[in-house]
C-alpha cells in the first residue's frame, strides 16, 4: 500500500508520481486489453452504458419482480398440467398464488403488477382434461356411478 500524501504536495502531483512509478516497476504490465485499441470509442453512450456492459459480460439478467413473476406463472402452469396427480397439481398452484400475492404485495420497483392469483380449481380442470385416467382411477373427490 502507498504512503499517505505528503504535505504540501498537490494530489495531482502525487498521483502522477505513483502512477509513473508503478509503470516503471511493471505493475501495469500484463493487464487484459494491453496493446489494443478501445472498443466502440467512437460510439455514443448514454448513462448507463457501462452498467449494461458490465451486465452483458458478467451474463447477468435483471428481471423486475413484477414481469418475472409472469415468467413463474406460465412455467408453473406448465408444470401443472403435466403433473402426475391432482394433489401436485394443487400444491404447484398454491406456491404460484403465495408467490403472486407476495409480488402484489411488496414490489417497489419495476412496472405495476397485472396479474392476480389464479383460480386452483380452473386449472384442475384443465389437467383433468388432459390427463389420461388409468384402469381404475378416479377424479378426487369423486364418487363411483350409483347402480
Avoid: C, Y
Avoid at 23 to 40: E, T, V
Avoid at 44 to 55: C, G, Q, Y
Avoid at 104 to 111: E, F, I, K, L
Amino acid at each position: 500500500m502507498t504512503d499517505r500524501k505528503p504535505p504540501g504536495v498537490s494530489w495531482e502531483s502525487w498521483i502522477d508520481r505513483q502512477i509513473l512509478d508503478g509503470a516503471r516497476d511493471g505493475a501495469f504490465d500484463g493487464l487484459a486489453g494491453h496493446g489494443k485499441p478501445f472498443r466502440d470509442l467512437d460510439r455514443r453512450r448514454d448513462d448507463d452504458w457501462w452498467i449494461r456492459a458490465k451486465l452483458a459480460r458478467e451474463d447477468l439478467a435483471v428481471t423486475p419482480p413484477t414481469i418475472a413473476i409472469r415468467h413463474d406463472r406460465d412455467a408453473s402452469v406448465e408444470r401443472a398440467l403435466v403433473a402426475p396427480d391432482e394433489a401436485t397439481v394443487r400444491k404447484i398452484i398454491e406456491d404460484l398464488n403465495g408467490r403472486i400475492r407476495a409480488v402484489n404485495r411488496s414490489a417497489t420497483w419495476g412496472p405495476p403488477s397485472s396479474i392476480g392469483p389464479l383460480e386452483t380449481e380452473s386449472i384442475v380442470e384443465r389437467w383433468r382434461a388432459v390427463t389420461p385416467l388409468g384402469p381404475g382411477d378416479e377424479p378426487e373427490g369423486s364418487s363411483p356411478p350409483k347402480r
